[in-house]
């Protein structure tokens, strides 16, 4: 039961009144008769008391005139408020049957007035002879009111909640009922979006502070305690500013307030401080409440912490941009550098030199010594060479033995050779590896921006041309760049010529190298690779030929009828009977450029009928990062047609967790780098079991390449890592031998 409102008051003392005026004016109108009674029955009776009866019947009729006056208005105001009232008022006998209702009553229960009228009450509320039997039992009724909660029921069989006031008015000395009613569905549904709310606000994994108008925080979760050690009572009243760090400038968080006042929410990465100091990051997201008005109420902002995920990121960012081995920049890196290197020269009217190292006699010294001395090797060849340049110029390791140095801004290109002189003269002092004294030496190449070129893939082939040409003149000398170098260049254009007759001539084959489930040793797909014989020179490398392809229009050629191709063996393959295994191509970033690529790879799949279930596409991590939207959007639409996509030699090139996320790639290929070495090296280790746990986190699929050895299966397998090739399963086959294998796992 609950308290009832001042209104229902009102219109209970009105009804009791009502009664009240009623029962009163009967008294009167009894009392008249009994006067007039006496005064007909007066014959013999002195005059002055006849004229004394006729005073009393007077003022008798002046009090029952004002009683009339009385009762009527208040019958008035009753029916004034039964018509225009918002709630449902009916008035009901003992037995239960509708005496008085109004037009409220109709809509709220949809009935008409009439239908009402002689209606049992407990027709509309199921409950009420049950309620009204206790209310009897418990003699709670002789309070003048008493307010419950319980279910209506409408015409149409819906129950819905109601809230009513149940009175009883004495009228003509008999007890009457009268019940107020109110429908209280929408304050239900209220009320349940509250507890909602509030279940969100305490549940939440999130931080939640909520601050009034001022920005004073007036509401804290508990997860704000968890995240920033700070107890809801140590904040409340307080700035959410307390939390700022000095890792922002103070118009950062002005600019922020001005957003958000602008926009009416904020979201972004800051760094805020722990009770005990720490600082961490956070990802914040602040919103403006504001009332009907359009006037701001409160502020809300929610954080989580983002440490894990920043450390993962960082993380990343290093397999990115780093060499694990040495700590210099990676190709990537490398790149990036050399842009904004050539972009700083070209603004100042200053030079770039570009520098490639290659340690002479390296692959002796590593065979000879084994890996784990030439990586030591290749770590001091690193601190030497960062010893012997500036801040800010840029020490990189390309891969294997090979090294660039980006001299920013010099004013000459002599400063280029003096630094070669003394990177040879640090790298003339022996290196002790293995209990032995070993001599290196390198060969380096100059090429100087802009003299030699004036884009970074030009200014790198100068570069390594001048270093091949070092190595002609007998290593451990440092070449300058000329235009007499260009002979190489005049080879690539017979290459490009070479390669056109390759395609035309039919000079090109597949190889097929397979791919198993780790778990179930199952062969599960295969990779298709490109070979070239040339009729004169014979084998030539794919490592030689692709990049060629790449640089011209040849890729696409190529691309294509390699995917036809396998396409049409995969289907015969199928059709004969041999297991149905998927086939992996791979996607070249000038083909992903395509702008009627989707319409080839639709085409071949129809005129070859492979289904798109059986075709995968691999892509390495800097095409992925090339033109972001237009590539997410082409991936996308390959994705739908129902071909699986891998990221390639993952590991080597860019790579980004909010950029990664966003790719609809099903699967990642671990560079056969981090491979090589898993058994021996902690950190080529640490390397695969980032990425597979990484990659899972994201529902990928891991496949590792290059595995020789059972030790590197075994440790693959202890890292959870889906599925493998390589040597130790089978070298690539040509199309007989792959029919055989296919049969064999039939």
């Known amino acids: 039961m609950k308290e009832i409102t001042q209104s229902e008051n009102h219109l209970l003392d009105n009804v009791c009144l009502i009664a009240e005026l009623e029962n009163e004016l009967e008294k009167m109108n009894h009392d008249i008769i009994q006067l007039m009674a006496a005064l007909d029955s007066l014959q013999q009776v002195k005059l002055h008391e006849s004229i004394s009866i006729i005073k009393r019947l007077q003022v008798q009729f002046t009090d029952t005139l004002k ?35 109004n037009p409220a009553s109709a809509t709220l229960f949809g009935y008409k007035e009439y239908e009402l009228l002689g209606m049992n009450i407990a027709l509309l509320i199921p409950k009420f002879n049950q309620i009204a039997s206790e209310l009897n039992s418990q003699e709670s009724i ?69 601050t009034n108008n001022l920005n004073q925080i007036i509401d804290v979760n508990k997860a704000f305690t968890t995240i920033t050690g700070y107890e809801q009572n140590d904040v409340l009243g307080l700035f959410p500013s307390f939390l700022n760090s000095d890792k922002r400038p103070n118009n950062f968080y002005y600019k922020l307030y001005r957003t958000l006042l602008k926009t009416g929410v904020w979201c972004g990465e800051v760094w805020s401080k722990h009770k005990n100091n720490d600082i961490f990051p956070i990802w914040l997201s602040i919103y403006t409440v504001r009332n009907e008005n359009n006037l701001t109420t409160h502020f809300v902002g929610i954080f989580s912490n983002i440490t894990a ?67 030591q090797l290749l770590i001091e060849v690193a ?109 690539e254009l017979e290459m490009e010529t070479n390669l056109r007759q390759a395609l035309k001539n039919n000079e090109f084959s597949l190889r097929y190298q397979p791919q198993f489930n780790l778990r179930t040793r199952e062969l599960i797909g295969l990779e298709v690779l490109l070979r070239w014989e040339h009729p004169k020179l014979g084998f030539i490398s794919p490592a030689i030929f692709i990049p060629h392809a790449e640089k011209n229009d040849l890729i696409i050629s190529i691309g294509e009828w390699l995917l036809r191709t ?60 090339n033109d972001t939207e237009v590539t997410i959007n082409v991936l996308t639409e390959l994705k739908e047609m129902g071909i699986r996509l891998s990221i390639d030699d993952f590991g080597t090139g860019y790579s980004s967790l909010s950029y990664l996320k966003r790719l609809p790639i099903d699967s990642l290929k671990i560079d056969q780098s981090f491979i090589q070495d898993i058994t021996i090296d902690m950190d080529d280790n640490a390397i695969a079991s980032t990425i597979i746990t990484m990659a899972h986190n994201l529902r990928l699929t891991v496949i590792a390449e290059g595995v020789e050895t059972q030790k590197q299966i075994d440790i693959l397998c202890e890292k959870n890592c889906d599925e493998a090739q390589g040597y130790f399963f089978s070298r690539p086959l040509t199309e007989e031998n792959m029919c055989k294998l296919l049969a064999d796992y039939q």
């Open 383 to 491: 601190r030497r060479l960062t010893a012997n340049v500036r801040e800010v110029d840029t020490v990189s390791r390309l891969g294997g033995d090979e090294f660039t140095v980006v001299l920013n801004g010099i004013k000459s290109p002599e400063e280029a050779g003096f630094v070669s002189r003394n990177i040879l003269e640090a790298l003339a002092v022996p290196v002790f590896l293995e209990g032995q004294e070993v001599f290196i030496s390198s060969s380096i190449g100059i090429a100087i921006y802009p003299i030699d070129g004036d884009s970074v893939n030009e200014l790198v082939k100068n570069a390594d041309t001048a270093m091949y040409h070092a190595k002609e003149q007998g290593r451990n000398n440092y070449q300058y760049f000329s235009s007499g170098m260009n002979q190489k260049v005049l080879g």
């Open 142 to 210: 002789s309070q003048p009111n008493v307010r419950l909660v319980i279910y209506g029921i409408h015409k149409n069989g819906t129950l819905f909640p109601i809230e009513f006031t149940i009175g009883r008015p004495v009228y003509a000395n008999k007890p009457q009922w009268l019940v107020i009613i109110r429908d209280i569905s929408e304050r239900r549904k209220l009320e349940q979006g509250l507890r909602l709310m509030a279940n969100i606000f305490e549940g939440s994994s999130d931080a939640i502070v909520i």
């Open 67 to 101: 009683w009339a006056v009385k009762l009527q208005q208040s019958e008035e105001k009753s029916s004034s408020i039964l018509k225009y009232a918002a709630e449902s008022i009916f008035t009901f006998t003992e037995s239960g049957l509708i005496e008085t209702t």
């Open 309 to 375: 995920r920043k450390a993962v990121e960082n993380q990343l960012k290093q397999l990115a941009h780093y060499d694990l081995l040495t700590g210099l920049a990676n190709r990537a890196q490398f790149i990036e550098r050399l842009k904004w290197s050539m972009d700083i020269s070209k603004r100042d009217g200053k030079e770039t030199a570009l520098m490639f190292l290659d340690l002479d006699r390296f692959k002796l010294i590593n065979d000879t010594l084994g890996h784990q001395a030439g990586d």
């Open 566 to 625: 396998a396409c049409e063996r995969s289907v015969a393959w199928q059709n004969s009977g041999l297991k149905p295994v998927r086939i992996s191509v791979n996607l070249s970033g000038m083909q992903l450029k395509q702008s009627d690529l989707i319409d080839k790879v639709t085409q071949i799949l129809n005129e070859t009928k492979l289904s798109p279930a059986f075709l995968e596409f691999e892509l390495s991590e800097g095409v992925l990062v």
